[in-house]
């Protein structure tokens, strides 16, 4: 199976910064990456898939980056409702589908 | 707009059987494009990835799951299921379920059900 980190596993930040998220695989996977958003209580939301391309309706203060084992989600600009915990998720090797083991971001 | 909805029992006991549903509204269970799919999370855990079910059948499931899980789907219901034996308090998770999108670029889920809390208890 291909195993997913992310870092850090959690981070404290203020409203309107710069945050960016870790991904890394353990063996190489192409563009083949999918970012999710959950809230407390609520399903995670796609974000991101193919590494960088943005979901109808997300704010495009949202980006991905990366291919092969290494990739970063940043939110250039972060508000309120942006904190949450965010999940990376490999799509290449199938089955099984891995998830990272999650990033909270939280309000410093 | 496409919405899928948990349903089961909340509460099953050691070593029984976890039983669940997935009713699709809003759109098509039969489309070509997609597979339906279960993923977990344990209380204050990340995710896990169960299995995935196209609609002629075809079943995917996480070779860690695989000897005690089975979907299944009913097309005329729109609905898929999902059956897991001999169920232990590490079975206890938020179980949701998920459209699952597979196309050239890669396999990801959209959207996803509310998940529903399943525990494992005596």
């Known amino acids: 199976d291909i195993q997913m980190t992310q870092s850090p596993s959690s981070v404290s930040a203020s409203v309107g910064d710069r945050v960016t998220i870790t991904c890394r695989a353990s063996?190489?996977?192409?563009?083949?990456l999918a970012w999710y958003q959950q809230k407390p209580g609520k399903a995670p939301k796609l974000l991101i898939s193919?590494?960088?391309k943005l979901q109808r309706g997300v704010p495009s203060r949202f980006s991905g980056l990366g291919s092969g084992t290494d990739f970063t989600l940043t939110i250039s600009g972060l508000q309120p409702e942006d904190f949450a915990t965010y999940y990376c998720?490999?799509?290449?090797?199938?089955?099984?589908?891995?998830f990272g083991g999650g990033t909270k971001v939280e309000i410093k | 707009q496409l919405q899928l909805q948990e349903s089961g029992p909340g509460l099953v006991k050691p070593s029984e059987t976890l039983s669940l549903t997935c009713t699709v509204s809003?759109?098509?269970?039969?489309?070509?494009?997609?597979?339906w799919g279960w993923i977990r999370q344990p209380p204050g855990k990340g995710l896990e990835w169960i299995g995935s079910?196209?609609?002629?059948?075809?079943?995917y499931y996480n070779p860690s799951l695989k000897s005690r899980v089975t979907i299944s789907v009913d097309t005329s219901r729109k609905q898929f299921s999902l059956k897991l034996t001999s169920v232990t308090a590490a079975d206890t998770a938020v179980y949701y379920c998920?459209?699952?999108?597979?196309?050239?670029?890669?396999?990801?889920?959209?959207?996803w059900g509310q998940g529903m809390l399943v525990t494992v208890s005596s």
């Open positions: 063996h190489d996977i192409s563009s083949w």
């Open positions: 998720q490999q799509a290449n090797s199938f089955p099984p589908l891995t």
């Open positions: 193919a590494a960088s």
């Open positions: 809003g759109g098509s269970i039969t489309s070509t494009n997609y597979y």
């Open positions: 079910i196209f609609y002629t059948g075809t079943t």
């Open positions: 998920a459209r699952h999108v597979q196309n050239v670029v890669g396999h990801w889920f959209d959207p």
